[in-house]
């Protein structure tokens, strides 16, 4: 995986509320400024280059599923945040 958070419900015993609470958190350090407590990314996302959030899924109803979850978290957002945040995800391909 590349550097930055990684939060995954295969690792939290697939509790939604625990995971939605540690994407919620991440995205917040990721986007509030250094001295407020956060990375310091907060002006590095934009619009046109957001904070990608992405969904790795075993299927298409997982993948479904889980983008309602993750959306869920980022429309409790303030606006200004929700637009600096792209939301992206696959299904991993089959080991067939």
Do not use: C
Request: negative net charge; glycine residues 10%.
């Amino acid at each position: 995986m590349p550097i930055g958070f990684t939060v995954s419900r295969a690792y939290l015993g697939f509790d939604v509320k625990y995971a939605k609470r540690e994407l919620g958190l991440a995205l917040g350090i990721a986007l509030t400024p250094h001295n407020k407590g956060g990375h310091g990314f907060d002006e590095k996302f934009t619009e046109d280059e957001p904070l990608l959030v992405v969904i790795a899924a075993n299927s298409r109803r997982e993948l479904a599923g889980l983008t309602a979850e993750v959306q869920d978290v980022i429309g409790a957002l303030p606006s200004a945040d929700r637009r600096r945040i792209r939301l992206d995800g696959f299904v991993w391909p089959s080991a067939d």
